[in-house]
């Protein structure tokens, strides 16, 4: 007995102390997105993180050697928007009648794994068919049970009948759902109730829906629709308790009235206006874009009949005037944060959101920027978002050069996430 509990002890203590030692043969590697990419470096890996970036290719007091020397290499991809337990279709309505919180649990899963195996390490959950599913997605997929991006997941806040309160459902289900959410709110007061609400059961920020939105069943337009006094009070509220505060907006004075309360991104920010620039500048919060949802709620509206005519008339109207304006926030020097809207647009197509930014008139070096260090900077991850010594372990790899053609980052071939390999493909 007594041999066996020092030989187990033996081998615990030995796998602490030696932990594997990765080295990686990156063919052109990108360290620091913005900044120019190396020929032949090794990036030594070990226990999930980087231990250091060498120049040539070491082999010396590796335990493994991935090769990679025909690759273009950078960070795991990071995306500021998605809605990993739903993807928009004709199935919408069926699956709020049909699925319990334990099949939402899972899809979240399914499209966490999608999203990973598209390259990107990390995202921003915000909004959930089902938080507290959310809630576990994110804990397991940290625990290591389940494949998925690092997941930091919103908790919502919305007003009566707001974008993000139950719509599109008979009388009777809007109660039902109104009654278990608890973050519905209306006033100052209460929406700093909702507020902590959201904190209390496992928010890691604040998402509120300070305009209309576009999939919301109802014909109240896409401006503002919570009052400065709520802006206001919730993000007091969730920056005192150290969260941060996203803001889902089209209309202008709904992107104005969140930047003015000091809301920390702006998402959409369809109706951008001088004002609206001027504010993100002086505030610094970031806008993400989300110019794939545009896209995929034009052709939705215009190529399939399960749509609400109010639903359709804003699609329409929304997803064609996204692209120019992210023109204007680029030209007055707003920070960009990249996020796709992937749940009302197709998981694991995130790439297509980095072609939609190039055609609207960013470089592709400052796209990848807005992919990494600018979405690491927006979730305050500093060990995220280069590949530096002590930073998380995260990279992904392409056959050819994003920063020559965005589009090579539809062909993520090799994934790592905290050290650990989820995709290689020769
Ligand atoms: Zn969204």
Redesign the pocket.
């Known amino acids: 007995m007594y041999r066996v509990l020092v030989g187990v002890l033996a081998a615990i203590f030995s796998s602490a102390a030696n932990a594997e030692v990765v080295h990686v043969h990156t063919g052109t590697l990108l360290a620091i997105p913005g900044t120019e990419p190396a020929n032949e470096q090794t990036v030594i890996v070990e226990d999930g993180a980087i231990l250091a970036v060498v120049d040539g290719y070491r082999t010396q007091g590796a335990d493994r050697v991935i090769d990679l020397k025909d690759r273009f290499v950078m960070p795991g991809l990071m995306d500021m ?3 990993l337990q739903s993807e928009l279709g004709p199935q919408r309505f069926a699956q709020a009648l049909q699925f319990t919180d334990a099949d939402f649990a899972f899809q979240g899963a399914y499209y966490a794994r999608k999203t990973l195996m598209a390259g990107f390490t990390t995202v921003r959950n ?2 959930a068919r089902r938080r507290d599913g959310m809630y576990a997605l994110r804990d397991a997929v940290e625990r290591g049970w389940v494949d998925g991006p690092r997941i930091v997941a919103a908790g919502g806040v919305a007003v009566t009948g707001g974008h993000a309160d139950t719509s599109g459902v008979s009388a009777q289900l809007l109660d039902f759902y109104a009654d278990r959410s608890r973050t519905v709110c209306d006033g100052p007061f209460d929406c700093r109730r909702a507020t902590r609400q959201a904190i209390k059961y496992g928010a890691d920020l604040i998402k509120i829906t300070s305009t209309g ?1 576009v999939m919301s069943d109802t014909n109240t337009g896409t401006e503002q629709q919570m009052t400065d006094e709520e802006l206001r009070e919730v993000v007091q509220t969730a920056h005192s308790l150290g969260r941060k505060v996203a803001a ?1 907006a089209h209309g202008a004075n709904g992107i104005n009235a969140a930047l003015r309360a000091g809301v920390d991104s702006i ?2 920010g369809t109706y951008t206006n001088d004002e609206s620039v001027r504010l993100f500048v002086e505030t610094g919060a970031y806008l993400v874009p ?1 110019l794939v ?1 545009g896209e995929a709620v034009v052709d939705i509206a215009t190529n399939n009949d399960f749509l609400s005519p109010e639903v359709r008339e804003k699609a329409l109207r929304v997803g064609r005037v996204m692209k120019e304006n992210l023109g204007r926030a680029i030209r007055g020097g707003v920070k960009i944060a990249f996020g796709t ?1 992937n ?2 647009s197709p998981h694991g197509r995130n790439a297509r959101e980095a072609e939609l930014m190039f055609e609207a008139g960013m470089a592709p070096a400052d796209i990848l920027v807005s992919a990494t260090i600018s979405a690491a900077d927006l979730i305050d991850r500093d060990d995220l978002g280069t590949l530096e010594s002590g930073h998380r372990a995260d990279l992904i790899a392409t056959t050819t050069s994003p920063l020559e053609d965005i589009r090579a980052l539809y062909d993520v071939v090799f994934v790592m996430k905290d050290g650990v390999v989820y995709k290689e493909t020769r």
Request: aromatic share 0%; hydrophobic share 30%.
């Open positions: 928007h998605v809605h915000v909004g939105g889902h998402e959409h989300t949802a809207d749940g009302v």
